[in-house]
């Protein structure tokens, strides 16, 4: 392919970049793409129903974004910042009961074997280190991290939220779908954050049924891309889970509808499935000239610059034939103003 990756940067004006959402989630608005024939229309999420073909179907991600960024101290007496990434349900756990390690990321410098407290009865041994990203090892169970981090962690919202007018309590409910249901996510599958009951009322009147899978949102999703994702086609590994049950029911609604992925982790997760009960990893990096095998539509946020999302956008696009790339599209949200980011706009591609 003849593109790298700065072909995918873009400017944007501050203003546009969304710090807090609109009320309520489905007033946002959509920018709707039809590939087959070229055309761009402009409206409210809340009547995505009157876009998508018929029996079409969603494919949604349950995943729910724990508060998983926390104040720590070190030996020293200072303080730190890091953020537990909690998502690796598939990765072994240590040999002691109640035991195990965790990836987490730091705003300040640490080494190997420095000691991380919690406060005066819990601590953690920095116990490796893989790039930026160092393993840790609490010295108790992860029922009581969990619980921590409930009580005294905050929501991982993305740092280009820089002032946002809500409060800790606010960005619990706020940045989180109304369907989130499983712990494990650093980031908000955002996409789904427009959905209200009431537009799930609407679409199950017009026969369009819905599906849930579980990806926990973790490096592979936000990272940086870096040459060696793009040159060996793969990003830091993530969990997903798809019921079997669930997966026959889809693969039989779409032999007469299309399925409609909720987000770009969705994508990821259809896309990588190979039938396996429970969870599953996936490190796939899809960028243009990727076939792909079991999505049909995608409605998505408005990504970052030269992020992997990007570049999945824009290679679904060019599987679909389009005329117009991911950059032509956000040219037109720019100039109509649309929000961008986790808290932004959407956009159905069909």
């Given at each position: ?161 820089k002032k946002t007018p809500l409060t800790e309590k ?17 980031a908000a599958p955002t996409a789904s954050l427009h ?90 990096f899809i960028m243009p000239g990727y076939e792909f ?58």
């Open positions: 392919m003849a593109w790298n990756l700065e072909q995918y940067d873009y400017d944007l004006p501050p203003e546009l970049i969304a710090q807090a959402p609109v009320r309520p989630r489905d007033a946002a608005r959509l920018l709707v793409y039809d590939t087959k024939n070229n055309r761009v229309e402009l409206d409210q999420f809340r009547n995505l129903g009157k876009y998508l073909p018929p029996e079409s179907f969603l494919v949604l991600n349950k995943t729910k974004v724990l508060p998983a960024r926390i104040e720590l101290r070190k030996e020293t007496g200072g303080r730190i910042t890091v953020l537990f990434l909690l998502n690796e349900s598939g990765r072994p756990a240590d040999k002691r009961p109640g035991r195990r390690e965790y990836r987490i990321l730091a705003d300040r410098k640490i080494r190997v074997g420095d000691r991380l407290y919690f406060d005066s009865r819990h601590q953690m041994v920095v116990s490796g280190q893989e790039d930026n990203v160092f393993l840790v090892q609490p010295d108790f169970s992860e029922k009581i991290l969990l619980g921590i981090l409930e009580k005294n962690g905050r929501m991982p919202i993305p740092p280009y939220i606010s960005l619990r409910r706020e940045y989180q779908t109304i369907f989130a249901e499983r712990p494990g996510s650093v959905f209200t009951e009431k537009i799930f009322r609407d679409l199950r009147q017009k026969g369009i049924r819905k599906f849930f899978l579980t990806l926990h949102v973790g490096l592979g999703t936000f990272a940086p891309v870096r040459p060696e994702n793009v040159s060996r086609k793969k990003l830091h590994e993530e969990y997903f889970e798809i019921d079997p049950k669930i997966a026959a029911a889809m693969a039989a609604r779409r032999q007469k509808g299309k399925a409609v992925a909720v987000g770009t982790t969705v994508v990821r997760a259809l896309e990588s499935f190979s039938g396996k009960k429970g969870f599953n990893k996936t490190d796939i095998k079991r999505t049909d539509a995608l409605i998505t946020n408005f990504h970052v610059p030269k992020s992997s999302l990007l570049l999945l956008v824009d290679a679904f696009l060019k599987f679909k034939k389009a005329k117009r790339g991911v950059l032509d599209l956000y040219a037109i949200a720019k100039a109509e103003k649309f929000r961008f980011y986790s808290f932004g706009d959407a956009m159905l591609i069909i």
